[in-house]
């Protein structure tokens, strides 16, 4: 899967999404959460249409409807991210890092891409919308939303950054697999200092009250605190966890079925205290990241 991207395979993955899109141009049609369940999930989760790298697909998790939204440049690591309010996306393109409203308008490049080689791979909004996080050339950056206090934090071997809540810190993963993408989660003080060791896994997500971390195993999502402790496993297979906005309920990917060529996947959503995992919109070919906000 082209799931995880160092800047060094981004332009592999690229290439590849690109191919792809002669051999599977359709999604399966959206479905919505079973009926009799309980689950009540509001907001919106996007994810990149790896059918279509410019693209994102707008899914309600509460009813499984799906709308499209047009970026105006190719997304790379099929990652985008929603702002808080969810107004706003922000992701990397070929050209830089972007920030447009989720309706299409207000496009503009925050970072431009001066060397084709390290172009951005993974942004994420800061709490607020004020600032970004992205990595680019396997090191991590902050920038405001204006496009001014670049900073390179720290590096090499950087992926799959997020904001705490409170905005005082930054998780990531350190020396990711080129495989999976696992590694050694830490987090880093936005001032590039204090760095800590948390636990081993991928694709790092903390919840909306700061005490939790979401994050994927190869046998699944785990579930932690932050201040320490034993993770937790809340489901088996699946990759890419994502808290909802009021932290009761997580999304996560989970392929379903495989040929020659690679895994569709699909969104899923279960209780953050557990229970059973429904699916949610469409099925896509080697789905990438998640984000959930309002």
């Given at each position: 899967?082209?799931?995880?991207?160092?800047?060094?395979?981004?332009?592999?993955?690229?290439?590849?999404?690109?191919?792809?899109?002669?051999?599977?141009?359709?999604?399966?049609?959206?479905?919505?959460?079973?009926?009799?369940?309980?689950?009540?999930?509001?907001?919106?989760?996007?994810?990149?249409?790896?059918?279509?790298?410019?693209?994102?697909?707008?899914?309600?998790?509460?009813?499984?409807a799906v709308?499209?939204?047009?970026?105006?440049?190719?997304?790379?690591?099929?990652?985008?991210?929603?702002?808080?309010?969810?107004?706003?996306?922000?992701?990397?393109?070929?050209?830089?890092?972007?920030?447009?409203?989720?309706?299409?308008?207000?496009?503009?490049?925050?970072?431009?891409?001066?060397?084709?080689?390290?172009?951005?791979?993974?942004?994420?909004?800061?709490?607020?919308?004020?600032?970004?996080?992205?990595?680019?050339?396997?090191?991590?950056?902050?920038?405001?939303?204006?496009?001014?206090?670049?900073?390179?934090?720290?590096?090499?071997?950087?992926?799959?950054?997020?904001?705490?809540?409170?905005?005082?810190?930054?998780?990531y993963v350190?020396?990711?697999s080129l495989?999976?993408?696992?590694?050694?989660?830490?987090?880093?003080?936005?001032?590039?200092?204090?760095?800590?060791?948390?636990?081993?896994?991928?694709?790092?997500?903390?919840?909306?009250?700061?005490?939790?971390?979401?994050?994927?195993?190869?046998?699944?999502?785990?579930?932690?605190?932050?201040?320490?402790?034993?993770?937790?496993?809340?489901?088996?297979?699946?990759?890419?966890?994502?808290?909802?906005?009021?932290?009761?309920?997580?999304?996560?990917?989970?392929?379903?079925?495989?040929?020659?060529?690679?895994?569709?996947?699909?969104?899923?959503?279960?209780?953050?205290?557990?229970?059973?995992?429904?699916?949610?919109?469409?099925?896509?070919?080697?789905?990438?990241?998640?984000?959930?906000?309002?």
């Amino acid at each position: 899967m082209c799931s995880f991207r160092r800047s060094n395979g981004a332009a592999f993955c690229f290439r590849l999404a690109l191919g792809l899109l002669c051999v599977f141009p359709a999604l399966v049609p959206t479905s919505s959460i079973a009926s009799g369940t309980t689950l009540t999930p509001k907001g919106t989760i996007a994810v990149a249409n790896p059918a279509d790298l410019r693209v994102v697909l707008l899914i309600s998790p509460a009813t499984g409807a799906v709308t499209r939204s047009r970026a105006p440049d190719s997304i790379i690591g099929q990652q985008v991210d929603l702002s808080q309010n969810g107004t706003r996306i922000a992701f990397g393109g070929t050209k830089g890092v972007w920030i447009f409203y989720r309706k299409g308008s207000g496009s503009r490049i925050v970072v431009p891409s001066r060397v084709s080689a390290f172009v951005p791979d993974w942004v994420a909004w800061s709490p607020g919308g004020r600032a970004l996080v992205f990595t680019r050339g396997e090191a991590l950056f902050t920038v405001s939303a204006n496009g001014t206090g670049l900073r390179k934090l720290l590096g090499p071997r950087v992926y799959a950054p997020d904001w705490s809540p409170n905005g005082s810190h930054i998780v990531y993963v350190h020396n990711p697999s080129l495989r999976t993408g696992l590694g050694l989660i830490q987090s880093v003080r936005v001032d590039g200092h204090d760095v800590r060791s948390i636990v081993r896994g991928g694709h790092p997500d903390v919840s909306p009250d700061g005490m939790k971390l979401a994050f994927a195993r190869r046998d699944g999502v785990y579930v932690m605190s932050l201040r320490g402790g034993t993770p937790e496993r809340l489901v088996a297979r699946g990759e890419h966890p994502e808290w909802s906005p009021d932290g009761r309920y997580l999304a996560f990917t989970r392929e379903v079925k495989c040929g020659d060529a690679g895994c569709e996947g699909r969104v899923f959503i279960i209780p953050a205290t557990g229970g059973r995992a429904q699916p949610i919109g469409p099925r896509l070919f080697e789905i990438g990241p998640l984000s959930w906000s309002k």
